[in-house]
């Protein structure tokens, strides 16, 4: 079984270099390359469509300008990725639902952190008794009010 | 009281960090996810190559369809496409095959398919906006569309036999 995946992968060709579309007019080409970068390249992983060479990236790169030509705003054009390959087609994911869990995390473990210090450093000290207490013993008490006489 | 209260909040606290990581660390970050299933599968039109005219997705309504993604250049495709071939002959009257090719040149695919002939129906995705369309993200890549038009389920490896290809065409089948 490995060989046979060692082979497919050794054995895996590439795809032929090819160019994307004419770029549009230069302010609409501008938000497609902006929009470009925030979006992730579906066969090369941490890169972006707009940064990868990727035959795949540059089809990638073609539907957003397909999209922005038919007059799509940003966020119409992150929705089709996010319908299609999840929040995962992001480079920065939303700060929602799980991912906003991750990014609070470290800030409840150092407020955890916190509170554990303050509250082991808060401890009450322990009763001293007191200098002036009357002792509980008969002879002493008897010595007492002998004195006192 | 105040204990209490101090133990529920780190108990809380720890049970939330938890939680995320666990949800944050138990997926594969390389994995691509399939949001297309229980989808309508995108139509497209595109032009054949295994003979003269289009292939329109819409045209095959009511009848399941088999759509395999692959390139001339991929060696994985080829070791699958006998599978392939004995599935179409197999299922052909109860499903629809369609072969895309795309991230390759036409040149490259009319070869191929002259060289290697074609046993079911094969498209050219010129610009790859089918796979894109599909949230293909390698190759070669198989859905299952349902008589309804919806995506049922995508194989993302190659059919190495006819009985793992049985096993997966089933559920658009019944």
Do not use: E, H, Q
């Given at each position: 079984m490995i060989a046979l995946v060692l082979s497919l992968v050794l054995a895996q060709g590439y795809a032929p270099l090819r160019q994307g579309q004419d770029p549009l007019d230069s302010v609409r080409e501008q938000r497609v390359q902006a929009v470009g970068k925030k979006l992730r390249c579906a066969v090369c992983q941490g890169v972006s469509i707009a940064d990868s060479p990727a035959s795949m990236a540059r089809a990638q790169l073609d539907k957003v300008r397909e999209l922005v030509a038919e007059g799509k705003n940003d966020q119409e054009i992150f929705d089709y990725f996010v319908e299609r390959y999840g929040e995962w087609a992001l480079m920065e994911p939303k700060k929602s639902g799980i991912t906003l869990g991750l990014w609070l995390a470290p800030v409840l473990v150092l407020v955890l952190g916190v509170l554990l210090i303050i509250s082991s450093t808060k401890k009450p000290a322990a009763p001293v008794a007191a200098a002036t207490e009357e002792p509980a013993d008969d002879y002493l008490a008897k010595v007492r009010a002998d004195l006192e006489k | 009281m105040k204990r209490v209260v101090a133990v529920t909040a780190a108990l809380s606290i720890i049970g939330f960090i938890i939680y995320v990581m666990a949800a944050g660390f138990g997926?594969?970050?390389h994995e691509v996810p399939f949001?297309?299933?229980?989808k309508p599968a995108p139509n497209f039109i595109i032009k054949r190559l295994d003979k003269e005219g289009q292939i329109n997705?819409?045209?095959?309504?009511g009848k399941p369809v088999v759509l395999n993604f692959w390139a001339t250049w991929c060696q994985p495709c080829k070791v699958e496409q006998p599978v392939l071939d004995w599935a179409a002959q197999t299922y052909g009257d109860k499903a629809v095959f369609i072969g895309i090719v795309f991230e390759d040149t036409e040149q490259n695919t009319r070869s191929f398919l002259q060289q290697n002939g074609a046993v079911y129906a094969q498209v050219f995705d010129p610009r790859s906006t089918v796979a894109v369309d599909y949230a293909v993200?390698?190759?070669p890549e198989t859905y299952f569309i349902n008589r309804q038009g919806i995506i049922v389920k995508k194989y993302i490896y190659p059919f190495q036999s006819p009985a793992q290809f049985t096993e997966q065409i089933q559920e658009i089948l019944e």
């Open positions: - | 997926t594969d970050p949001m297309m299933k229980n997705l819409a045209d095959y309504k993200s390698g190759v």
